[in-house]
């Protein structure tokens, strides 16, 4: 019985083992064009529905018609909205290749990535 015991935890985390090498391969894959030079704006949001269209709709005009060239992505995460906000966020990285939305931890996973980088 004890056997089966530590049997099924091994395995257990194994599995889970797996699954977080599995994450950070994606993580990398993901977001190896953030090792580039450049500026990354990172924009959180929560229940930002009515103005975040605004905001971006600056940020990309700049980017993409200005001088603000140095500028590579523009990361939006929404924290757990209860409105239209990640809709809308998803709506602009579909119009726009300097966009990417992902989630905060995902956001964390990236930003600590860029710090590694450097070291």
Do not use: H, P
């Not at 993580?27 to 500026?39: A, F």
């Not at 998803?90 to 990535?113: A, G, H, L, P, Q």
Request: proline letters at 0%; hydrophobic letters at 40%.
């Amino acid at each position: 019985m004890l056997d089966t015991l530590l049997n099924t935890l091994v395995y257990i985390l194994a599995i889970y083992g797996m699954i977080e090498i599995i994450k950070t391969i994606y993580y990398i894959m993901e977001c190896t064009n953030l090792r580039e030079d450049g500026i990354y704006i990172i924009i959180a949001t929560k229940n930002q529905a009515n103005k975040i269209e605004g905001l971006l709709r600056s940020i990309l005009f700049k980017i993409m018609y200005g001088k603000e060239n140095e500028i590579k992505k523009v990361i939006l995460t929404d924290l757990s909205s209860k409105d239209d906000t990640l809709k809308k966020l998803k709506k602009f990285k579909e119009e726009n290749k300097y966009v990417m939305v992902s989630t905060w931890r995902k956001c964390k996973d990236i930003i600590d990535m860029i710090d590694e980088s450097e070291n």
